[in-house]
């Protein structure tokens, strides 16, 4: 009996403990939440963090060096000015004036007839491209040396042989020729064109061009062929006729050419050849 009542007494007081301590920790509760503000704590939801996208640089444009290549300046032309021409009438003296600048044989210019000169250069190049000899309109003054021929005596007849050196009297005209440059000449014709072309006009020819008159009397030249043969003469009376009837059918302008001989024919050939062809370039 003893024992119950005393484990009555323990349980009793173990009830009573255990709402001792619960009154104890109402009375705590109370005094904390009487004496301090109700904290609230918010907790924010976490920070989403956008990374930073930094933008790939775009490359940069290198601009292409242009290497321009070296241009050499183009030479200033200074072109001269155009030539002041005299009248027609008056030419002459400018003629004379300028022909000797033009040629190193200076002393074979007394060849030369210094009177009306393009009209005289002008009416016997027409007259020798048609064939024919103006001997009073040459340019040129007539050798001082006559035609010579060998006679040979066969029986009571003669017969006459060419003589080459009858040829030599025209070696001053063909060295004065030859003294001149081509291109000179020719330059200094264009530059006289308008003269010239008043010159020929003058003759019935106002509408053509002199030059073409001009290419066919050297034309003339150059076609002209070279006896391989010594000339035979007859001389039925004080002039002397060629022997072989073709040569003596050629005209007049030809006839001149024979006569100037193989050497000096082959010269002016070589000299009008050349003018020939850069008078050919000026009208192209």
Avoid: C
């Avoid at 004036?97 to 016997?124: A, C, G, H």
Wanted: aromatic share 8%.
């Amino acid at each position: 009996m003893e024992d119950q009542t005393q484990t009555e007494k323990q349980t009793s007081w173990g009830i009573i403990a255990v709402i001792i301590a619960i009154v104890l920790v109402a009375l705590v509760w109370l005094f904390v939440s009487s004496t301090q503000e109700e904290v609230i704590v918010e907790i924010a939801p976490p920070s989403i963090v956008k990374a930073e996208v930094v933008p790939e640089p775009e490359p940069e444009f290198i601009e292409p060096e242009v290497v321009v290549p070296e241009v050499e300046p183009e030479p200033v032309v200074v072109s001269e000015p155009e030539p002041v021409l005299p009248n027609l009438d008056e030419s002459d003296a400018w003629i004379q004036e300028k022909l000797p600048t033009y040629t190193w044989r200076k002393e074979l210019l007394k060849l030369v007839i210094n009177q009306d000169m393009i009209r005289r250069f002008v009416v016997f190049t027409d007259n020798f491209a048609q064939g024919n000899l103006a001997y009073e309109h040459s340019p040129l003054i007539k050798p001082s040396t006559k035609f010579v021929a060998n006679e040979i005596k066969n029986g009571a007849s003669s017969d006459w042989k060419w003589d080459e050196s009858a040829t030599r009297r025209f070696t001053l005209y063909v060295d004065l020729l030859r003294s001149f440059d081509s291109e000179t000449l020719v330059q200094w014709y264009f530059e006289m064109k308008p003269l010239i072309d008043q010159a020929y006009s003058e003759l019935g020819y106002p509408d053509e061009n002199f030059t073409e008159v001009l290419h066919d009397a050297i034309t003339k030249v150059l076609d002209m062929e070279i006896p391989k043969d010594s000339l035979d003469l007859v001389r039925p009376s004080v002039m002397f006729r060629y022997k072989d009837a073709e040569v003596e059918a050629l005209d007049d302008a030809d006839k001149l050419l024979l006569r100037l001989g193989k050497e000096n024919l082959l010269v002016i050939k070589s000299v009008l050849l050349e003018i020939n062809e850069r008078l050919a370039r000026h009208r192209s």
